[in-house]
């Protein structure tokens, strides 16, 4: 039942913009926090953007800040990744994903298939 279909992904010029979405349901979108993570080939997937479950806070990892920006619609259960000024380091599989807490004591983590994102000139 819990669902995370992310979209928006494709080839991309250097320089270029691209903006991911990630349609979520089967779960209470507002009380999870949401981030996106990215994997390159042969590589650990890492943190590139988190939002607060009432997007009031945000954060980045070091190499976006500046060029991305992530936002939520909780009317829509959906979350976004706004991507500017594309670099070829960029390309990955970039992933949506949900955490949220239980009573202080369980953990709920939620993952979507994932979308290829390709810059390259």
């Known amino acids: 039942q819990v669902q995370l279909v992310e979209s928006g992904g494709g080839l991309v010029q250097p320089g270029g913009s691209l903006r991911l979405s990630c349609a979520a349901s089967?779960?209470?979108?507002?009380?999870?926090?949401m981030n996106w993570y990215r994997q390159a080939p042969g590589k650990e997937r890492d943190l590139v953007a988190g939002?607060?479950?009432?997007?009031?806070?945000?954060n980045y990892a070091d190499s976006v800040k500046g060029r991305f920006t992530i936002s939520r619609d909780n009317a829509k259960n959906t979350v976004y990744l706004q991507m500017n000024s594309l670099k070829p380091e960029d390309t990955a599989v970039y992933y949506c994903?949900?955490?949220?807490?239980?009573?202080?004591?369980?953990?709920?983590?939620?993952w979507g298939q994932g979308t290829q994102v390709t810059v390259s000139s």
């Open positions: 939002i607060t479950s009432a997007g009031s806070n945000t």
């Open positions: 994903n949900a955490f949220g807490k239980i009573f202080g004591v369980a953990v709920r983590n939620y």
């Open positions: 089967g779960f209470t979108f507002s009380s999870y926090a």
